[in-house]
């Protein structure tokens, strides 16, 4: 193994606590970590040796090529962990998200739809038959899905979408069509080449009435020659500002018939003679989207981790300046400024962490009762899992920004890797639901519950409105992160209560619910966001105090502090809105600011073991400047030469333009 830079092996010699206690904290258990390292293992050695030229050379074909050849390899993994049986979702959760985060498909994965929503999908809204006639077919991929719902003119308004399915009764098939250029099929991923089925979301209509969306599985290319089937419009919708190796796609229909039974059933039916049978709740037919919001705070988790490790490293390894004259260069790590940068990151990778598991076990909780027919609990995991996709996404994409800007130049390199994962992250705030559009469907729910603050009984996220409003729920402010929760949950309750005033006054005067709803919409975002803020504090609050209890006292400081720098870095960072709401006075705030300091220095020596603890692999971190040994410069240069424009000592364009315009012939 090459030399560990010597900055870097000191800040790993003053680490307080075992690196490896906090490594299986994070995986949840020993098991699961040499679990994940075994899987590692398998999928480094599989796919070494195809990376001969560094992605971002590659012409948009090339990259699909590439993307293709990767990731037949990696999902030979899933493949081969359902021919052992293997059972668990969870399991399949952490594969997935782990191949689609490793370094071989680090600009996305045009599979990645097929096993994120296609499968999901079927199993969701597909009768025991259709699930054991498609999921076989679907788990050792001899067909490859997506899910084929946006469309050119409507993404976010579902129920506007224009593609239809019109049952014909006479063969017992349905007629698909996009009748307008607007209707096309838009945006899923690998449909513009790589799979040969999709689930078509589409308005149905049968007996001459319009029963609204449900979806359908269409084959799209044929099983042997790939060809598009006949009526069938195919192709990929161009380059993005990110997820370049994806083909997304775009499908126009043109009377394009399937047999009946290729409308998946679970939840509402259309009969032989064509009569329709409606869900117990519409909603359930949304529900892949709501199982796609769940994992994607995990995803998020993935590329924060990795996106703080080289922040973090780098920062150790860089000397940039003198702290004092006639010192050494400072490691910039020093600077209290890149200590507030790059820091938060950390913490609000565990913060994610435990809150996606909490969220992973409602989601899997509140199934099982939908399984059973009880529809209570929906609504509040519907709000959920819109404000924690939201939130998280956004959060990321704000701190992955942050790293790269705590790398200075070099992190505006591609051979940094946080370009690539900006652009990964900064998707996740559009796709599977628009975080401003999600963020405003949480403020529904939160409405809806104010209204019956006092009369109905409040589920579990939402409890806290009831105790907030008890009078002296804080007596005084104190600066302790009981009292930080405290504070943001009167924030959440100040913001929600004062909107729903504000949305009534409007009525009052005359305005209509919807107008005085789209007036009152900005509030309502930062009430829903706020709302979100007190779950995701709380639960790593509550889950990390729990984790406390089985860890060392070494360990145990250390998350401590986690802990104490997410609350009062979110205490600083809405300062406004405590003041506002809560008890909180200027000297409070003095205060607080001072220890917010102490946090970061108090962290500063566990900083490199922080990331460490994230476990992250070379092979898979794939950056210049997070590598564990250090080599930030040698690295640079090695990747340098590698550039095209290397291969030759002296350019064409010099003799072509440069040469006649430096000569005035130009
Ligand atoms: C096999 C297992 C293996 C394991 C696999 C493991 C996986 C491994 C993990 C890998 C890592 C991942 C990596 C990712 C990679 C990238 C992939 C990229 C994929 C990107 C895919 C996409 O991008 S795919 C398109 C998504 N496109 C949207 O996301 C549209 C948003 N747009 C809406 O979602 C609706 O349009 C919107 C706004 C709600 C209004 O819908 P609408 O107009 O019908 O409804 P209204 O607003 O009128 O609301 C009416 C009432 O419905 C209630 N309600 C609404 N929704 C509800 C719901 N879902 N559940 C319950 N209730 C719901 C609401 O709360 C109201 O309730 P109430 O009346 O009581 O107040
Ligand atoms: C990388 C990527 C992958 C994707 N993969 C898939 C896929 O596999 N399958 C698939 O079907 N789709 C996919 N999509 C599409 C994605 O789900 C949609 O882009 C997303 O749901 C947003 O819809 P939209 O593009 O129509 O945005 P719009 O809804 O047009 O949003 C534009 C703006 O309008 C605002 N807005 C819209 N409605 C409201 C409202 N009611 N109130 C207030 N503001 C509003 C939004 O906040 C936003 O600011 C993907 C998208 C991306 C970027």
Redesign the pocket.
């Known amino acids: 193994m090459a030399k560990i830079n010597e900055d870097l092996q000191r800040e790993r010699d003053k680490c307080t606590f075992k690196i490896a206690e906090l490594t299986t904290l994070i995986d949840g258990g020993r098991d699961r970590t040499d679990a994940r390292r075994e899987r590692e293992k398998v999928l480094l050695s599989r796919t070494k040796d195809l990376h001969g030229v560094p992605e971002e050379y590659l012409s948009h074909k090339e990259k699909y090529e590439s993307a293709i050849k990767n990731s037949v390899i990696l999902f030979g993994i899933?493949r081969q962990m359902q021919e052992e049986g293997k059972t668990s979702?969870t399991d399949?959760?952490?594969?997935?998200?782990s191949l689609?985060?490793s370094a071989q498909t680090r600009d996305?994965s045009p599979m990645?739809?097929h096993?994120?929503?296609f499968?999901?999908a079927?199993?969701n809204q597909g009768t025991e038959e259709q699930q054991a006639q498609w999921?076989p077919r679907?788990?050792n991929s001899s067909i490859i899905g997506t899910?084929a719902?946006?469309e050119l003119g409507h993404?976010?308004?579902?129920?506007g979408l224009e593609t239809t399915a019109t049952y014909d009764p006479s063969t017992k098939e349905f007629v698909l069509n996009t009748p307008t250029l607007t209707s096309y099929k838009w945006?899923?991923?690998g449909l513009g080449h790589t799979v040969n089925y999709c689930i078509v979301v589409a308005q149905l209509y049968s007996k001459g009435q319009c029963h609204g969306?449900h979806s359908f599985i269409l084959q799209v290319r044929d099983e042997e020659t790939h060809a598009p089937l006949p009526g069938i419009k195919v192709g990929d919708i161009g380059a993005k500002l990110g997820?370049n190796s994806?083909d997304n796609g775009f499908l126009g229909l043109d009377n394009v018939r399937i047999p009946r039974n290729h409308m998946l059933m679970k939840h509402a039916q259309v009969l032989e003679d064509g009569t329709y049978v409606k869900s117990k709740?519409?909603?359930?037919n949304?529900?892949?989207?709501?199982?796609?919001?769940v994992?994607?705070v995990?995803?998020m988790v993935?590329y924060l981790s990795k996106a703080s490790t080289i922040a973090v490293r780098y920062s150790a390894v860089r000397r940039q300046c003198h702290m004092k004259e006639g010192a050494p260069e400072t490691q910039i790590l020093d600077y209290l400024t890149q200590q507030h940068k790059v820091f938060i990151s950390i913490a609000t990778t565990h913060a994610l962490r435990v809150t996606a598991n909490k969220l992973w076990d409602t989601f899997n909780a509140v199934t099982e009762e939908l399984g059973g027919g009880n529809l209570n609990r929906?609504?509040e995991?519907?709000?959920l899992?819109?404000c924690l996709k939201a939130v998280s996404t956004a959060d990321t994409a704000n701190c992955v920004e942050r790293c790269r800007l705590a790398c200075g130049g070099h992190g505006y390199m591609q051979s940094s890797n946080l370009p690539l994962t900006y652009g990964?992250v900064t998707?996740?705030c559009?796709?599977?639901?628009?975080n401003t559009?999600?963020l405003?469907?949480t403020a529904?729910?939160l409405v809806?519950t104010w209204q019956n603050v006092d009369t109905a009984k409040l589920t579990p996220t939402v409890e806290y409105l009831k105790i907030t409003r008890s009078k002296g729920f804080i007596d005084k402010w104190q600066n302790s992160i009981e009292c930080i929760i405290k504070g943001f949950q009167i924030v959440a309750m100040g913001k929600i209560s004062s909107s729903v005033d504000h949305m009534q006054q409007r009525i009052s005067n005359g305005m209509a619910l919807e107008d005085a709803w789209n007036m009152t919409s900005v509030q309502l975002v930062s009430a829903a966001e706020a709302h979100c803020r007190v779950i995701i504090m709380s639960t790593f609050y509550e889950e990390i105090n729990k984790a406390m209890a089985t860890v060392s006292p070494e360990l145990r400081k250390v998350l401590q502090k986690l802990v104490e720098l997410y609350c009062v870095y979110w205490a600083l960072e809405k300062v406004g809105d405590l003041l506002q709401y809560a008890p909180i006075a200027q000297s409070d705030i003095r205060d607080m600011k001072s220890w917010y300091e102490d946090i970061l220095v108090e962290l500063r020596p566990n900083a490199v073991a922080l990331v460490d603890a994230f476990d992250i692999r070379d092979g898979i971190l794939h950056s210049t400047l997070g590598a564990y040994d250090g080599r930030v410069y040698e690295r640079l240069m090695e990747e340098a030469l590698k550039s095209p424009l290397n291969g030759e000592p002296v350019n064409q364009s010099f003799h072509k333009y440069l040469k006649p315009f430096m000569q005035g012939k130009l």
């Not at 993404?155 to 129920?159: A, E, M, S």
Request: charge should be positive; include cysteine.
């Open positions: 899933v979702v399949y959760r952490d594969v997935i998200t689609l985060a996305g990645g739809v096993y994120i929503m499968m999901p079927i199993l999921m679907a788990w899910y719902q946006t993404g976010t308004f579902i129920r945006w899923p991923g969306i997820l994806v709740n519409s909603k359930l949304y529900g892949a989207m709501v199982f796609v919001r994992v994607i995990f995803d993935n929906l609504p995991l519907h709000a899992a819109c990964l998707a996740a559009t796709y599977e639901g628009e559009v999600l405003l469907q529904r729910f809806k």
